[in-house]
């Protein structure tokens, strides 16, 4: 199947994310940042940020983690991800429960070196418990379509 405009919408089953310091820990010395803003509690609280807060890239874990996307009727083999984006509201911080839930936002397509070159925009909210968007974790994924144009 090629993408098309049918697909946005499409949404995943919500999921819950409980973060706690040992998360951010992990995630900080997985990418190898050593920012005390994500370890040390005594130096957190002298920043603005009053505590320890998660690295900005840290939602990819959250989605890789949860095992929670969405069925899609595409040929995964053709699928590559292109650019990640995160948009804050706020901080994540250890003792948050993030409400999460991924949905397809836009489908295009541009002109490459090659041809035609289709995309698939995923959007996963993250809300807190109160309803209130933390952070949209955005995928752009590129789709390839030389799978198609080989027949």
Request: glycine share 8%; aromatic share 8%; charged share 25%.
């Amino acid at each position: 199947m090629e993408l098309d405009q049918s697909l946005v919408g499409l949404t995943g089953p919500q999921f819950v994310f409980e973060v706690e310091k040992r998360h951010i820990r992990q995630f900080a010395e997985a990418i190898g940042d050593p920012n005390p803003l994500y370890v040390d509690e005594a130096y957190a609280k002298t920043t603005i940020y009053g505590g320890i807060i998660a690295p900005p890239s840290f939602p990819v874990a959250i989605g890789a983690d949860s095992g929670q996307g969405i069925e899609l009727p595409l040929d995964y083999s053709r699928m590559l991800h292109g650019e990640q984006e995160f948009i804050y509201r706020r901080p994540i911080r250890p003792g948050d429960r993030l409400h999460c839930q991924m949905k397809v936002t836009d489908v295009y397509e541009r002109e490459g070196k090659n041809g035609p070159m289709q995309f698939l925009v995923m959007d996963t909210e993250m809300k807190d418990d109160e309803g209130e968007l933390v952070v949209i974790s955005r995928t752009n994924i590129i789709y390839s379509t030389l799978a198609s144009n080989k027949a």
